[in-house]
């Protein structure tokens, strides 16, 4: 597993930062955003290519690329991937993203207006395409199966992984590097959102903004990152004697067919996505210990997540722990839920919680166990993930402990 995220550039500073209940938002530094109503955001400060990624190629990639080459060299190392243990034809992977090379396609857009179309860069596409950090993944591991990139907005990384387990299953490969990477912070991806009014304006308390499922919530706090991980199917990691961290127990996947933006206000979809995965995985609701929620700090998501996990789960939406470490990073976009699948894994394999913080006055609507402030000592044997995005889509992802 690899983890880039504002909380520091590995997945140990990450996971460190959610058991301390730290927040990794500050004023946004990579660009003035006086002129916007937010100020704030969660950049990724600790992050530097160079041990990992020729200066030249440095040059060639997007910042969202050059987060999901470093994370899934993390993985790939974790994971022990040399050259000599898999077939690379039967070795791929599968990466989201919901916006891409945005960076790029700003800067090179200044170019074009202030300067003229012959100083336009003629690395600007393959900066900008959103495959771009599958592709860059690919030659840099050497996997030579199939490659893609999955596009549902904050969903992606959730349908990347879903993409992934078919393909382990259809037998089609053996090995796929998967997750999502987000590098949205930038001047007009701050404009643009907050012109929707999604995001918190908390500009006076960056560490309180990120703030799901409490009353005071007003937005999600636009982040960064990338979270990828080697799913692997099991009697092959099994004969090669790699460490296995978890097992994939479940995926299920909707969509909304509702609004383009707006949650159903009862989360009907987001509902479905989970019965599906338990389904998948041949599971009561009873068997599920830890909910890693999409829980962005929005006065609708966080209630319509809320009213879904109590359709699903019904008496034992009471006794099951809910939390949301976006609490902690802010809001990674198509990175969200790679990160949040390694936050699920971790708390299974150290048998921690990682807390909601900042959840100072619960949301009479939100009534469930979000494990406030702090963490919590627990024995998790199953754990869900849920990512939620624009459009509609809806995924969820169940982790169980190891055979």
């Not at 857009?109 to 860069?121: A, D, Q, T």
């Not at 919530?217 to 799913?231: N, W």
Request: aromatic share 6%; proline share 5%; with cysteine.
């Amino acid at each position: 597993m690899g983890a880039i995220t504002p909380l520091g550039a590995s997945t140990d500073a990450f996971w460190d930062g959610l058991v301390a209940g730290r927040s990794g938002i500050a004023r946004i530094s990579q660009f003035d955003p006086a002129d916007n109503d937010v100020h704030i955001g969660g950049e990724c400060r600790d992050f530097d290519p160079g041990p990992f990624i020729d200066a030249r190629l440095i040059k060639r990639m997007d910042r969202f690329a050059q987060f999901a080459y470093v994370a899934a060299r993390l993985a790939s190392d974790q994971a022990s991937l040399a050259p000599d243990v898999c077939d690379p034809q039967r070795a791929g992977v599968i990466l989201g993203t919901g916006i891409g090379g945005l960076r790029e396609i700003e800067e090179q857009h200044l170019r074009l207006i202030h300067k003229g179309p012959s100083k336009v860069s003629a690395f600007t596409i393959p900066k900008l395409m959103a495959n771009a950090a599958a592709g860059h993944i690919a030659i840099g591991l050497n996997l030579r199966g199939s490659s893609a990139s999955t596009a549902t907005a904050c969903a992606s990384a959730g349908t990347a992984m879903g993409d992934a387990i078919q393909a382990l299953r259809n037998g089609v490969l053996d090995i796929v590097v998967t997750g999502g990477s987000e590098a949205a912070c930038t001047p007009l991806g701050l404009a643009a959102f907050a012109a929707m009014k999604a995001l918190s304006t908390r500009n006076s308390e960056p560490a309180r903004a990120s703030r799901p499922f409490d009353r005071d919530r007003d937005g999600f706090v636009l982040s960064e990152g990338a979270g990828v991980l080697v799913f692997e199917e099991y009697e092959h990691a099994r004969k090669r004697g790699a460490e296995i961290y978890a097992e994939v127990l479940g995926f299920g996947a909707t969509t909304d067919a509702g609004d383009i933006v707006q949650p159903d206000p009862d989360g009907r979809g987001a509902a479905r996505s989970m019965r599906m995965a338990l389904e998948d995985a041949r599971l009561n609701p009873d068997n599920v210990d830890y909910i890693n929620a999409h829980g962005t700090s929005t006065p609708l998501g966080d209630v319509a997540e809320t009213r879904a996990i109590k359709s699903v789960f019904g008496a034992a939406a009471q006794r099951v722990a809910v939390s949301s470490t976006k609490s902690c990073i802010g809001h990674l976009l198509g990175a969200s839920g790679g990160v949040e699948a390694i936050a699920c894994v971790l708390a299974m394999r150290n048998r921690t919680l990682p807390p909601t913080i900042n959840l100072d006055h619960p949301d009479p609507e939100c009534d469930l166990d979000y494990v406030p402030h702090t963490a919590r000592d627990a024995a998790v044997r199953v754990a869900m993930n849920n990512s939620f995005g624009f459009g509609g889509h809806n995924t969820c992802v169940l982790f169980g402990l190891p055979r």
